[in-house]
């Protein structure tokens, strides 16, 4: 398979068996009309969320920003500046643990670590790995948010327009776009992220914000 399809396949939503795992998971938003969400994993970071939240300004777009407790105690000046340009936060743990292959207890403790810095009722796995049991423990006190377009902004082989042609073949009414405001994921994220809020408002796509926090 030509590295380009592979990572296209990659951006599909997740298998269906894994939907049907984590039914009251948030995969995408029941929309009849030409709206998308933005969120943006691993943050923040400095210079890069900084980046991420200037071109968000610039467009008059609010998104949901999945920080990691470890750069939220970091970087407690971003973290305030998300809060206060009106963007959602939610809680992606504190150091990124891989869920299936953590411990439950463990795993547990580094989220509530996290949701101590975080305080938000939103959740996202990191990797979007959960096991079953995990899942049905996490529902109880989150909202469980996945998503239906992966950019794979992270991933070294993955170019601008590979970033970018993912939105652009993927995205429809009610879409959960996942970038990633991270180091390794900059200078993908950064410039895809540009020309996909151009795409997306040229096709008459707006930009929607999750409800609560």
Request: aromatic share 12%; charged share 25%.
């Amino acid at each position: 398979m030509r590295l380009d399809k592979y990572i296209l396949l990659r951006a599909v939503s997740p298998p269906l068996v894994y939907k049907l795992m984590m039914p009251n998971a948030l995969w995408r938003v029941k929309e009849t009309k030409k709206v998308v969400y933005l969120t943006f994993d691993d943050g923040p970071i400095p210079d890069i969320t900084e980046k991420v939240l200037d071109i968000l300004l610039e467009h008059q777009i609010k998104a949901a920003f999945f920080c990691l407790g470890k750069n939220v105690e970091a970087n407690p000046h971003l973290f305030k500046r998300l809060i206060e340009q009106g963007h959602l936060v939610g809680n992606h743990s504190y150091s990124h643990p891989d869920g299936w292959n953590t411990s439950n207890v463990n795993y547990y403790q580094d989220i509530e670590k996290s949701q101590k810095l975080i305080h938000s009722k939103f959740f996202r796995p990191p990797y979007g790995k959960l096991s079953l049991t995990q899942y049905l423990y996490l529902k109880k006190k989150y909202k469980i948010v996945m998503w239906d377009v992966l950019t794979c902004d992270y991933d070294s082989n993955a170019t601008v327009d590979f970033c970018f042609e993912a939105v652009k073949r993927k995205a429809k009414n009610g879409s959960i776009i996942v970038f990633h405001d991270s180091i390794k994921a900059a200078p993908q994220m950064l410039p895809s992220l540009v020309k996909s809020i151009e795409w997306l408002k040229s096709e008459g796509y707006s930009f929607g914000q999750f409800t609560g926090g």
